[in-house]
T-cell receptor, first 114, second 110 residues
Framework: GAGVSQSPRYKVAKRGQDVALRCDPI?????LFWYQQALGQGPEFLTY????????KSGLPSDRFFAERPEGSVSTLKIQRTQQEDSAVYLC????????????FGSGTRLTVV | RKEVEQDPGPFNVPEGATVAFNCTYS??????FFWYRQDCRKEPKLLMS???SGNEDGRFTAQLNRASQYISLLIRDSKLSDSATYLC???????????FGTGTRLTVIP
């Protein structure tokens, strides 16, 4: 597609439920990033893939967060046993390089944990 | 201390005004700098890169001062459509990710 596509657009989860967020990057973009944006804050880095390799997961806040990109294209961010502090917008971005020239973001998934 | 610091605002300015945003970054090894724009409930979008020599794109001028670790964005002749949050963004040498400031909220008033 023409842009980065994320689904679902909105997700309401009960505390303790597992969720999976999907990102379809721009075709041919080798780099894929996940960010978390809390209300009133700038996006915070979660993890980075180059093709299928997860090169940096230093931003994942706990072992409840897991990301994969098995074929170097679509990526899934999974959050197990969701908690209220996980409520945020999860943004995916892709770039043809390492992102040094900026990236293109998807519209995000707004997760609300109740 | 956050990697990138911005005044969150809000800045409320009349149409036609000139407004400037500032941002400081903590890591002197930072190599790439950007301004992103984010509209309410939308994703961030690249507004412009920031070069050491300074650069201009229409009504927008970006400046970088490496010695002071300081980045600025100047908007001339503000339009209502400029109302948004402006995010200062930095990439550190050897890092894989963008570091974002909290953003500065601008509202242009008719």
């Amino acid at each position: 597609g023409a842009g980065v596509s994320q689904s679902p657009r909105y997700k309401v989860a009960k505390r303790g439920q597992d969720v999976a967020l999907r990102c379809d990057p721009i075709s041919g973009h080798v780099s894929l990033f996940w960010y978390q944006q809390a209300l009133g804050q700038g996006p915070e880095f979660l993890t980075y893939f180059q093709n299928e390799a997860q090169l940096d997961k230093s931003g994942l806040p706990s072992d409840r967060f897991f990301a994969e990109r098995p074929e170097g294209s679509v990526s899934t961010l999974k959050i197990q046993r969701t908690q209220q502090e996980d409520s945020a917008v999860y943004l995916c971005a892709s770039s043809w390089d390492r992102g040094v020239y900026g990236y293109t973001f998807g519209s995000g998934t707004r997760l609300t944990v109740v | 201390r956050k990697e990138v610091e911005q005044d969150p605002g809000p800045f409320n300015v009349p149409e036609g005004a000139t407004v400037a945003f500032n941002c400081t970054y903590s890591n002197s090894a930072s190599q790439s700098f950007f301004w992103y724009r984010q509209d309410c409930r939308k994703e961030p979008k690249l507004l412009m890169s920031v070069y050491s020599s300074g650069n201009e794109d229409g009504r927008f001028t970006a400046q970088l001062n490496r010695a002071s670790q300081y980045i600025s964005l100047l908007i001339r002749d503000s339009k209502l459509s400029d109302s948004a949050t402006y995010l200062c963004v930095v990439i550190q040498t050897g890092a894989n990710n963008l570091f974002f400031g909290t953003g500065t909220r601008l509202t242009v008033i008719p």
